[in-house]
């Protein structure tokens, strides 16, 4: 007859064997995500499906908002994702820096640190993730079982889990950074022309499937040649970045802002009729305008915009140069009526 020592070793082995393979199969989707996307849903949905678990989320720290910049999340963020802007409160909401995995109840584990659990599970498992002696991010663990992540319990297979993850999201999150750099403009964070020529096919498409108007915006920089010749290129840089951050300031989430040239911007204002893409137009120009741009040595430069504004409306037979060129017509209107004004077209219109 086996002794009973030896089959219960036999029987952790063959649970070891399994557990493992389980997260090896997580690790290899999370090695061959694509994107942030991908590896998020490897994170949020194929770790607790895979391992019988309630809920899983990841807390990435996110001190100089870089990473929500390069992921292009604003105010809402996916689920099972959180983004921590202060990094050190972590420390005071775990109790101290967390260099190992922690098990046990969710009191204990994550001490004042909240997470909006569906339901509170009875154990949870906290994995660091660290990258060249930086603590990048968390992965939070939850189970109805209290016994699941006892604190007592061996923490090897986790560990592992935790170095390859974290290096998984280190590598997708400098993808991510270098397709940001090859779609946006590195003097003042908007997105480039590619990407903007990009977008605008693929949003016309989408208005044309859903029958939307879709509106397009040019602005133009008024007598920026002369703000360069009077101040210096550094203070255009200056000028340029404060237009580029106060017309942002005037958009929507899924509005898209591209510097397109020079000193010329495009904004594409998807499910926007003419008249309301003119108040977007006017807000914009108004914020430009509101005050003198300061520049670091305390000279003052005044800045206007002109503006023009072209829009599909219910017909969508336009193309994306059609668009564009109507846009750009209108921009130069604006200018020949004196600069610091808005000039619109619609579809089937001349500028």
Partial sequence: MMDLSYAQMLENAQRNEVVLRRFQAIELALIGASGFGQFLAGIRDQLPARMALEQAWLLLADSHGEVSAILGYDEVLPDGLLLEREPARLVERLGELPTRVRLGSPGEVLGELALDWAELPGSVALMPLWRDSTLIGLVVLGSRDPERFAPDQATDFIERFAAVTALCLDNVLNRERLKQLGLTDPLTGLYNRRYFDQRIDEELARARRHGAPISCLFLDA??????????????????????????????RG??????????????????????????????????????????????RVPLTVSIGVSTCGNQLADSPMQLLARADAALYRAKEAGRNCIMSVESGAQA
């Fill in 222 to 251: 008024d007598h920026f040649k002369r703000i360069n010749d009077t101040h210096g290129h550094v203070a255009g840089d200056i000028v340029l970045r404060t237009l580029a951050n106060r017309m942002r300031g005037q958009l």
């Fill in 254 to 299: 899924c509005d898209v802002a591209a510097r397109y040239g020079g000193e010329e911007f495009a904004v594409l204002l998807p499910q926007t009729a003419l008249g309301q893409a003119r108040l977007v137009a006017d807000r914009i120009r108004t914020q430009i305008g509101g005050e003198p741009v300061v520049l670091p040595d305390g000279r």
